[in-house]
Structure formats: structure tokens, C-alpha cells
């Protein structure tokens, strides 16, 4: 039987339909799965009801997994393929340090120099509205820029910090901003990234890009902003909202997203991530 696929957005996503991913899958259907991963850039299965093991197992299916030494407040206790992004208070009453995790726009380990290949996500609890992630086509970006942007951006390279700063600013977060800086130096990503699979260039931005290599961060802001605003037209973004057990599958090479926080915060809301390794890109920068 072919695979079912249902169109998600017009500009990118689908989700896979009749797909048990805790069942034993053959490597044919698997390669079927992850040519629907390269054309649509993010895939949804809904009624995932499975266990870590078996979310780490599909997840290892995409390639080698992250272990989250880059981020070690955020990883499961038992499972360091798992990374919470939860705002379920610590076992101790503390508030949870990845309660803002992703709530700028970025793909995900950016600010690594092995950015991820990408990432799976599978959502426990959602509160009783909002929760929504939304999701950007990188590919859409670039290829409706100009010949002339496109020409001024070639070989840019954007510098990304790890870190949620301006939520950390606000909140109490800051311990956990400053451990993150001092694990992860400052890493300069090309600002036109080429799909190491399908050949395809994309607008490898975000909000995690503070200035351009060899520019001053107020030369490079107005043009930061310029591309993260055009990256994020509502024509190349999908709204994803949740339902307990999906697992949405993103490509971190040609897309990006950012979690909303438009909900109840006395409401819990708790996801689990694996993240799968890229290939190398970038270099650390001395000084960001
Ligand atoms: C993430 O950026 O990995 C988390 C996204 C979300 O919680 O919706």
C-alpha cells in the first residue's frame, strides 16, 4: 500500500496517516517516510500513544541521535536522547528551566558546529488552548528573495548564540542562559545554507543570529530583521496545534519554528524532543 499522505500547508508539511511508528516498519517503508521528511520538510503522525524507548528507537531510524551535551539542564534524567520542554514544575517545586525553550525562531543547534539533521517532538499534555508551534519553510524564503538580496547574502555568515536571552532577561532564567554560553561558544552558520540531501538552498536565519561575521550587530541588525520578517511570512509558515501523542518530525536544514506562548501558564504543557545529528557546518567565532 503507498504511503498516505495529507497536505498539512501550502507551504510545507504532511502528515503521515494509518503509520503505527512502534511497529516494526520494513526498510522500504522507512525510505518512503523519509522522502515525504525531504519533500515536505515536516511530517505529523497523530495517535503516537508510545514509550520513550520507542520514541528514541523511530527517532534513531532518521540517523545518530543527539545525547544533549549542549543543553544538560534540559535532558531526561534516564533518557539523554530526550530533551524536555515542559513547564511541569522540578520535583522540588522549582519552576522548570525549559518552560521557554524554543519560544524564538531558530532551527534547532544552530549555535553548534553539527547543527541538527532534524528533530522529533512528541506532545504529553498541551493546556486547554494555544500550546501552538509554527513552522517556516527556509526553502520558500530563499528562492522568493531577489537576484540582488540573493547576490548580497551569498557569503554571509550569520553568528548564532545559544540561549532564550530575551526570555532570560525577564525571568529567572539567567543561570541557565549563561551555563548554556559557556558550553556553547558563538557559531557562525552561512546565511544561505545548501541542503546537504537535496541539493536545495535555504535562508538559514533566526532569531538566535545576533550580527553578521566580519559586521557590527548594528550594521547587521536592519538585515537580520529584514530576513527573519521575510522568513516568516504567513504564506511560508505552518500553525501546528497539538493533540496529546502527535509526533511532529522537522527538518532543521530547510526549516525553522518557534513555540508559542499563547496559553495559560498555570496550565502544564509538556513535550519530549530527540534530536537527530547533522553534518558539520560553520565555525566558532572568538568573539560574538
Ligand atoms: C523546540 O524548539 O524544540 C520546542 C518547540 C515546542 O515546544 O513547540
Given at each position: 500500500?503507498?504511503?498516505?499522505?495529507?497536505?498539512?500547508?501550502?507551504?510545507l508539511?504532511?502528515?503521515?496517516?494509518?503509520?503505527?511508528?512502534?511497529?516494526?516498519?520494513?526498510?522500504?517503508?522507512?525510505?518512503?517516510?523519509?522522502?515525504?521528511?525531504?519533500?515536505?520538510g515536516?511530517?505529523?503522525?497523530?495517535?503516537?500513544?508510545?514509550?520513550?524507548?520507542?520514541?528514541?528507537?523511530?527517532?534513531?531510524?532518521?540517523?545518530?541521535?543527539?545525547?544533549?551535551?549542549?543543553?544538560?539542564?534540559?535532558?531526561?534524567?534516564?533518557?539523554?536522547?530526550?530533551?524536555?520542554?515542559?513547564?511541569?514544575?522540578?520535583?522540588?517545586?522549582?519552576?522548570?528551566?525549559?518552560?521557554?525553550?524554543?519560544?524564538?525562531?531558530?532551527s534547532?543547534?544552530s549555535?553548534?558546529?553539527?547543527p541538527?539533521?532534524?528533530?522529533?517532538?512528541?506532545?504529553?499534555?498541551?493546556?486547554?488552548?494555544?500550546?501552538?508551534?509554527?513552522?517556516a519553510s527556509m526553502y520558500l524564503a530563499y528562492e522568493?528573495l531577489?537576484?540582488?538580496?540573493?547576490?548580497?547574502i551569498?557569503?554571509?555568515?550569520?553568528?548564532?548564540?545559544?540561549?532564550?536571552?530575551?526570555?532570560?532577561?525577564?525571568?529567572?532564567?539567567?543561570?541557565?542562559?549563561?551555563?548554556?554560553?559557556?558550553?556553547?561558544?558563538?557559531?557562525?552558520q552561512p546565511v544561505v545554507r545548501v541542503h546537504p540531501e537535496t541539493g536545495r538552498k535555504a535562508l538559514y536565519v533566526g532569531?538566535?543570529?545576533?550580527?553578521?561575521?566580519?559586521?557590527?550587530?548594528?550594521?547587521?541588525?536592519?538585515?537580520?530583521?529584514?530576513l527573519?520578517?521575510?522568513a516568516?511570512?504567513?504564506?511560508f509558515?505552518?500553525?501546528?496545534?497539538?493533540?496529546?501523542?502527535?509526533?511532529?518530525?522537522?527538518d532543521n536544514r530547510c526549516t525553522m519554528?518557534?513555540?508559542?506562548?499563547?496559553?495559560?501558564?498555570?496550565?502544564?504543557?509538556?513535550?519530549?524532543?530527540?534530536?537527530?545529528?547533522?553534518?558539520?557546518s560553520?565555525?566558532?567565532?572568538?568573539?560574538?
Amino acid at each position: 500500500m503507498p504511503l498516505k499522505l495529507r497536505r498539512l500547508s501550502h507551504a510545507l508539511g504532511a502528515e503521515v496517516c494509518e503509520v503505527d511508528v512502534s511497529r516494526p516498519m520494513s526498510e522500504t517503508r522507512f525510505g518512503e517516510i523519509y522522502q515525504a521528511f525531504l519533500a515536505h520538510g515536516i511530517l505529523l503522525f497523530r495517535n503516537q500513544d508510545i514509550t520513550r524507548e520507542q520514541h528514541v528507537e523511530f527517532s534513531r531510524r532518521f540517523g545518530e541521535l543527539d545525547r544533549h551535551e549542549a543543553l544538560p539542564r534540559d535532558r531526561h534524567p534516564k533518557y539523554p536522547e530526550i530533551l524536555l520542554v515542559t513547564n511541569e514544575p522540578n520535583p522540588d517545586g522549582t519552576p522548570s528551566d525549559s518552560r521557554y525553550t524554543g519560544r524564538q525562531w531558530h532551527s534547532d543547534m544552530s549555535f553548534t558546529t553539527s547543527p541538527s539533521l532534524g528533530s522529533l517532538l512528541r506532545c504529553f499534555t498541551i493546556p486547554e488552548v494555544g500550546g501552538d508551534t509554527l513552522f517556516a519553510s527556509m526553502y520558500l524564503a530563499y528562492e522568493t528573495l531577489s537576484d540582488g538580496m540573493k547576490k548580497l547574502i551569498a557569503d554571509l555568515h550569520g553568528i548564532h548564540l545559544s540561549g532564550t536571552r530575551k526570555i532570560a532577561n525577564a525571568t529567572t532564567g539567567i543561570a541557565r542562559a549563561e551555563e548554556q554560553r559557556r558550553i556553547n561558544p558563538p557559531v557562525a552558520q552561512p546565511v544561505v545554507r545548501v541542503h546537504p540531501e537535496t541539493g536545495r538552498k535555504a535562508l538559514y536565519v533566526g532569531e538566535k543570529v545576533k550580527r553578521f561575521d566580519g559586521m557590527t550587530e548594528e550594521e547587521s541588525r536592519p538585515l537580520i530583521d529584514y530576513l527573519n520578517g521575510h522568513a516568516t511570512r504567513p504564506e511560508f509558515v505552518y500553525r501546528h496545534q497539538w493533540r496529546a501523542n502527535d509526533i511532529l518530525v522537522w527538518d532543521n536544514r530547510c526549516t525553522m519554528h518557534q513555540a508559542l506562548g499563547d496559553f495559560d501558564e498555570s496550565q502544564r504543557r509538556h513535550m519530549e524532543r530527540t534530536t537527530v545529528l547533522g553534518t558539520p557546518s560553520g565555525y566558532v567565532v572568538a568573539d560574538a
